[in-house]
Structure formats: C-alpha cells, structure tokens
C-alpha cells in the first residue's frame, strides 16, 4: 500500500510541476509544511505578481522527482541523510543550501484536558494519555512518528499490534484526519499540523532527540531565477508567517 501510495504521489507531483508555467516559481516542501508554503505563496504573489506553485511530499519522493526530470525552482527538504545524498548527486545546488526552518511535536486532541502550561514532560504525557487511545504516524515514513515512538517507550508504553490504544496512521496528517474522524481521542503530531483548532495542543518536551530542521535549497536546474524567493524568506514578512504556521524560522 506504501508503495502503491508512493507511486501515485510521485506521478501527480511529475505532472504538476511539469505542466506549471515558466514564469511561474515551483516550491516543493514536506506534507507538514504545505499550509505554511500556501500562506508564503500568496504573501509572494501579493508582492511580485508571481505565481508560487507548492507541491508536497517527503523530501526523499521529491528528490526522485526532480532527478526524473520534474521541475523544481526550490526545495524545502528534511535535513538528514537524504538532503546529504541529493547535494552529492548534484539534484539539488549544494552551495544554496541553508537551514530554513525547526519543527517540534505537540499532543494534540478534539476534548479540552487538564495540561501543564508549558511543554509536556514525560509524567505530564503519561496522565494525559492514560485511558485514551492515542494515533500517531508511521514510524517508518515520518519523523514524528519517529519521536512519538521513542517518547512512548519512555513511559513503557509499546507501539505493536498487540497494543489497541496506539492507532497508526501513514503520516502526521493522517494522525489529524484520525481525530477528526473520532478513531482516535488523541495524537502526536508536527507543531505546524496542531495549529488547526483543536482543544487540547500541548508542546512536547523531546529532550534527547535531535531537532527536526529543513532546509531549503535550489534544485539543480531552476527555470526562474530563485534568488529573489530566498531572500524574501528572511524578510519579517515571511518570518511571522511562518511562525504562525507554528515553525520556528533559522537564521
């Protein structure tokens, strides 16, 4: 089904991005990033008269894509191995990349709960999970259900088939189609995807865990000169932007 799902993302972003006019600039960003993307786009044509067409996916699907021959002016990728190995293979611009953003994970729910006012530590997470089911993404495609997993562990709590109360979802957003559709009481999702109205969202202490950064870069063969899109990135303009999508903006 994975697989399946990958082909299918792969297909629409190649015929997306092929068919988006040159004078039009094509950003490709990760699933969590979209609605942060969208509202950078309009705040873009508002200002240039330039069109911002964003196309998501993970970051590694993305880069498959464009060494396919899919177009891409600028990449918002996960930095990690994969972003490493797409400068090396020249799919991306080595000498444009640069820390862009960090995301973090929050607890999010459809029913207000007692929850400490400021991160959640692991004491905090136990009492708020306890007899509730809880989704999360999968471990295996998504960083948040990544650190969910190993925050889980902490509390003695096993992600497997055998554990009913842990529901799992193919990526963070699914985690949030899971609460809205009453399958699952509570998740652990990206800060940007508990920004979308819920009742409980408490930050999540990942003390231990290593940042979760993107970057953004050119891809190796823009049709429009990207340079001006980079440095609207770090006018004030943009930077509220995208703290209000709940990321944190890297100087």
Do not use: H
């Amino acid at each position: 089904m994975r697989s399946l799902l990958s082909t299918v993302m792969c297909a629409a972003i190649l015929l997306a991005a092929s068919a988006a006019q040159a004078r039009d600039l094509v950003v490709y960003g990760e699933p969590t990033l979209e609605r942060a993307l969208r509202s950078i786009g309009t705040l873009w044509q508002a200002r240039t008269g330039t069109r911002l067409n964003v196309f998501v996916a993970p970051s590694d699907l993305s880069f498959a894509q464009i060494d396919r021959g899919a177009r891409c002016d600028v990449i918002f990728a996960l930095a990690g191995a994969a972003t490493d190995a797409a400068a090396r293979n020249k799919i991306i611009q080595a000498d444009t990349i640069r820390p862009a953003l960090r995301n973090s994970l929050a607890l999010v729910g459809t029913a207000t709960s007692a929850a400490p006012s400021g991160e959640a530590a692991t004491a905090d997470l136990t009492k708020l999970i306890a007899g509730k089911r809880l989704a999360i993404a999968n471990p295996e495609r998504d960083v948040a259900g990544a650190r969910a997993v190993e925050l889980l562990r902490a509390i003695g709590v096993a992600v497997d088939d055998s554990n009913k109360s842990v529901a799992v979802a193919e990526s963070s957003p699914g985690v949030v189609s899971l609460l809205t559709t009453n399958k699952a009481q509570l998740g652990i999702v990206y800060a940007t995807d508990a920004t979308t109205g819920f009742k409980l969202a408490v930050p999540l202490a990942t003390s231990g865990q290593p940042p979760i950064d993107y970057v953004v870069a050119t891809a190796r063969d823009p049709a429009l000169d990207p340079q001006p899109f980079m440095t609207f990135l770090k006018s004030a303009e943009a930077k509220a932007t995208f703290k209000s999508a709940g990321l944190a903006p890297i100087d």
